[in-house]
């Protein structure tokens, strides 16, 4: 089983709809959880962080985590053509040294 | 500005021939990191160092080395490329080691190896 395991997708919605993104991890203590978006050919970046259960809100991004059932997800409202991109979920796992374990990304395309 | 820097950005070379991708960071952060990105296999750590002359292996460290003589600078070293090693590569940095640290990426290095 991989450590963080995404849906490559590609997932497409249109303009204006919710990008729904989900994240699932293996490590149950894990404490840190971070979304990231890559666009091709460039470095990732931050977007979203979390780090306790329930829904983290930044403008149309919103994070949901449940450690429970250990998932982490990312919605997307109002989807813009410019939100095309892989999408990198990263989780913080114990034992850290602040070690970033991704997973695979998941390619999200808005259509007009 | 703040920022993690790379260099070069584009590298082509042949098997054997030794080569240093250079990552400085200018945001005082004691910690830094090598990724490799490869299609289908995601980002994957390399090496990273939680402080000057203090660095350890991550996920995929065979055939890399790094150094950490200075705070700002954590090279990563090829002593004989071979080809696959044909990869993008990220250095990333982060202010200190532990939970909640958001990492800073650099603009990557993309490494072709003939």
């Known amino acids: 089983q991989k450590e963080v395991e995404q849906n490559s997708g590609p997932l497409s919605v249109p303009e204006g709809a919710i990008a729904s993104l989900n994240c699932t991890y293996s490590?149950?203590?894990?404490?840190?959880f971070f979304w990231y978006r890559q666009y091709s050919g460039k470095s990732p970046e931050l977007i979203m962080s979390?780090?306790?259960?329930g829904d983290k809100e930044d403008g149309r991004f919103t994070a949901q985590l449940n450690k429970a059932s250990q998932y982490v997800s990312l919605l997307i409202r109002d989807s813009q053509p410019s939100d095309s991109a892989t999408y990198l979920c990263a989780v913080e796992l114990t034992g850290g040294g602040n070690k970033l374990t991704f997973g695979t990304g998941t390619q999200l395309k808005v259509e007009l | 500005e703040a920022q993690v820097t790379q260099n070069p950005r584009y590298l082509i070379t042949v098997t054997g021939k030794k080569l240093t991708v250079t990552c400085s960071q200018n945001?005082?952060?004691?910690?830094m990191s090598w990724y490799r990105q490869d299609p289908g296999l995601g980002l994957r750590q390399i090496y990273y160092s939680m402080n000057v002359e203090v660095t350890d292996k991550g996920d995929v460290p065979e055939g890399y080395k790094v150094s950490r003589k200075e705070k700002r600078n954590f090279p990563l070293i090829l002593e004989s490329p071979s080809p696959n090693q044909t990869s993008l590569y990220f250095c990333?940095?982060?202010?200190?080691?532990?939970?909640?640290?958001?990492?800073?990426f650099g603009a990557g290095t993309r490494l072709s190896v003939l």
């Open positions: 990333a940095s982060s202010l200190v080691p532990g939970t909640k640290n958001i990492q800073y």
């Open positions: 945001m005082n952060h004691e910690y």
């Open positions: 979390i780090y306790s259960n």
């Open positions: 490590d149950r203590v894990s404490q840190s």
